[in-house]
């Protein structure tokens, strides 16, 4: 792989039983290079983001990844202990870089959360912690599935420019997305 | 360092999550309690048939705490982000076990011993019961896990079903090893017996389990 290469998918195909959700897919992806991956509902989005990420193994194809490359991932699953406050879901990550946290919390506006159980939060808010613990790790490649679902336009706003800025640091970024952000990315549809 | 903070993690999840540990342990003390208000035995008898009851009481003790044990990191995403993340499920599973042991298998047989004295058996045979019981409850605990991965998404009563006929060689060796105590003869042999049949299992069904759960996530 070169030296920049994060992670390419060479001819994946995915079928549960005999409906087939895509065929032939193959992408590749950089460091500090963004893909929107676009499709109808039910295209495999999702599926093709667990692919990605290792969780799913396709029907066929293969997925090469920088060796001992850093994974985030966001699912529809937000990973969240809903009976624990905030404060104690991000302590289950084991965090160091503390500034680095508060820096999040403040432009996610949950500063004043932290003690607050995470059941309790809205839906919203839940999301933005789940976002907050992907974005905590240090990550070469992050992959997000709807992450602008939840959000307000406030919020999508401030996450599409984060994610910007990530990207320009040289994180690469794969997301899938309904919502047009303003997130500079190639574009990439699937379809069967 | 990983296996530090993967305890500290599932330490602080199951601490937050009283009912998950202090649950189990209070039925068993109503177990405990309710048995000689409930039955009309002598003393005699009552203490003679104190050892199956404590036995079987833990058995349902650990199948009632591990009910559920991966649900919930399966349901809220937790699980994914360890695979993706790569981290090991296998040492989460290791030590997710070992802190239902520390929070419950722990308590459960200390209980038990206790209990023991108050059925009018000696204190020493209450001490020759701690460590069977300590070694009981971890086996317990493990194959109950095993039959939770199995049925993750049917319900824990197939998980139950399967565990059983590898609980029966368990509850044999407990029968003979409580007749030893019992008779006040020598139980070492079906103790190491025990230990022995832990010592296997407590790696080799974590990684089973670990496999089982990783098909769920596909």
Same mark, same amino acid.
């Given at each position: ?192 | 360092?990983?296996? !530090? ?29 309710? +048995? ?14 104190? +050892? ?29 982000? *360890? ?5 090991? !499920? ?36 209450? *001490? ?9 409850? +971890? ?47 020598? +139980?070492?042999?079906? !103790?190491? !017996? ?22 769920? *996530?596909?």
């Amino acid at each position: 792989m070169e030296d920049r290469l994060l992670i390419q998918a060479n001819k994946l195909s995915y079928k549960i039983n005999d409906n087939k959700l895509f065929s032939n897919f193959s992408l590749s992806l950089s460091a500090g290079q963004a893909i929107h991956i676009k499709g109808s509902n039910g295209s495999g989005k999702s599926t093709l983001l667990r692919i990605l990420g290792g969780i799913t193994e396709p029907s066929k194809g293969f997925v090469d990844k920088k060796p001992n490359i850093n994974l985030s991932y966001l699912g529809h699953k937000n990973a969240l202990k809903t009976y624990l406050t905030v404060r104690d879901n991000l302590i289950l990550l084991n965090l160091k870089g503390k500034r680095e946290i508060n820096n999040l919390l403040d432009l996610f506006g949950l500063n004043d959360r932290l003690d607050i159980v995470t059941g309790n939060l809205s839906f919203g808010q839940q999301k933005k912690l789940a976002l907050i613990r992907i974005f905590i790790n240090k990550s070469d490649l992050i992959l997000l599935d709807e992450p602008f679902v939840g959000l307000d336009s406030e919020t999508q706003e401030i996450l599409s420019n984060f994610l910007n800025k990530k990207v320009s640091e040289g994180v690469g970024l794969i997301f899938t997305s309904h919502i047009a952000a303003n997130i500079q990315a190639n574009t990439v549809s699937i379809s069967s | 360092m990983r296996i !530090l903070t993967t305890f500290k993690q599932e330490t602080l999840k199951l601490l937050k999550k009283t009912r998950a540990w202090l649950g189990p342990i209070l039925v068993f003390v109503l177990i405990m309690i309710a +048995y000689p208000l409930t039955v009309e035995l002598s003393s005699q008898n009552l203490s003679d048939a104190f +050892y199956p009851v404590l036995f079987i009481s833990c058995l349902l003790v650990m199948m009632l705490a591990t009910e559920g044990i991966f649900l919930e990191d399966f349901e809220d995403g937790s699980l994914e982000q *360890l695979v993706i993340t790569g981290n090991s !499920l296998y040492q989460s599973i290791i030590i997710k076990i070992f802190i239902y042991w520390l929070f419950i298998g722990i308590p459960i047989s200390i209980l038990g011993s206790l209990f023991n004295v108050g059925s009018g058996n000696t204190m020493d045979s209450s *001490l020759m019961l701690l460590p069977p019981l300590m070694i009981t409850t +971890y086996i317990f605990l493990i194959l109950f896990c095993f039959g939770n991965a199995l049925s993750l998404t049917k319900g824990s009563v197939l998980g139950t079903l399967i565990t059983m006929p590898l609980l029966l060689p368990i509850l044999v060796i407990l029968g003979k090893l409580t007749t030893a105590i019992l008779f006040n003869i020598n +139980y070492f042999g079906f !103790l190491i !017996l025990l230990f022995g049949i832990l010592s296997i299992i407590i790696f080799i069904f974590p990684a089973i389990i670990s496999k089982i759960i990783k098909t769920h *996530l596909e």
